[in-house]
Structures are given as C-alpha cells and as structure tokens.
Nanobody, 118 residues
C-alpha cells in the first residue's frame, strides 16, 4: 500500500526557514510526479510546488523565490525548502504523488502543520 509520510513541520518565526520531507514507500518513486500542497483554515487546498519525474519544477507565485522543491530518487523522498517564511504561509502542508501513467490516480500524505508566528 502506498504511503507518504511528511515530516519537518513546526512553529517558526517570520523570516525563518523550515525543510519539509516526504518519504514514499511501495511506489516506483522515479515514475511519480511529486508535489506539495497546503491548506489554511477556512481555505481550499492549494498547490505550492511540483517536481516532475524528470526533475522539472514549478511553484505558486506566492512562494516563488522563497520555496524550493527537490527530490532524491535514491531515498524515495521529496523535499520542500521554505525560506523567508511569512505568517500567511501558515497551513497544513500535504505531500502528493501522481504516477506518470495515470491522470486519475492520486496519493496523499497525512499532512504536517507549519505555523509562522512571532
């Protein structure tokens, strides 16, 4: 059974940094598009950043220049480096995996809370 386990969330002051990790199991990781999404209270889930199986990346305008997504296929892990954090980045962050051969299959992690506050 596919499992995505996020870690690295927590409380950080504005301007600080965090690195989120998402470890995947029971998938051919290199054949998955990986992404990070977030959901703040009362708001819909939104895309933060994605990285294709080939390593191409894209991210939301709101985090460009501050967040970086990367992957280590040898470790079956995707990362989200978050710098210059703002209070509006506060949300539950979810890891997502989509296989390259299917447009309908989606796997989600359980989420990790990120709180940016002084």
């Amino acid at each position: 059974q596919v499992q995505l386990v996020e870690s690295g969330g927590g409380l950080v002051q504005p301007g600080g940094s965090l690195r989120l990790s998402c470890a995947a199991s029971d998938i051919i990781f290199r054949r998955y598009k990986m992404g990070w999404y977030r959901q703040a209270p009362g708001k819909p889930r939104e895309l933060v950043a994605v990285i294709t199986s080939g390593g191409d990346t894209n991210c939301a305008d709101s985090v460009k220049g501050r967040f970086t997504i990367s992957r280590d296929n040898a470790k079956n892990t995707v990362y989200l480096q978050m710098n210059s954090l703002k209070p509006e980045d506060t949300a539950v962050y979810y890891c997502n995996a989509k296989p390259v051969w299917s447009i309908s299959t989606n796997y989600w992690g359980q989420g990790t809370q990120v709180t940016v506050s002084s």
